[in-house]
């Protein structure tokens, strides 16, 4: 995932910081304890598309 790319996006719910998980290939949300998509390098930032992560394993 681009730095730069990643510095840019946020959270489309609560336009929070997102964490990249380079093993899972996914930009996570903290906050709302969402985990949305990356697919073919694009990150799908579409609250649908997002599933829900454990609260207990989050930083």
Known sequence: MDKKL????????CNGKLVYDKKADEL?????ALAFPVRD???????????????????
Request: charged fraction near 35%; hydrophobic fraction near 35%.
């Open 28 to 32: 996570i949300c903290n906050t709302d």
């Open 41 to 59: 390098g694009i990150p799908v930032m579409l609250e649908d598309e997002a599933r829900k992560t454990d609260v207990d394993n989050q930083d």
């Open 6 to 13: 990643l510095e840019l996006l946020v959270c489309p719910k």
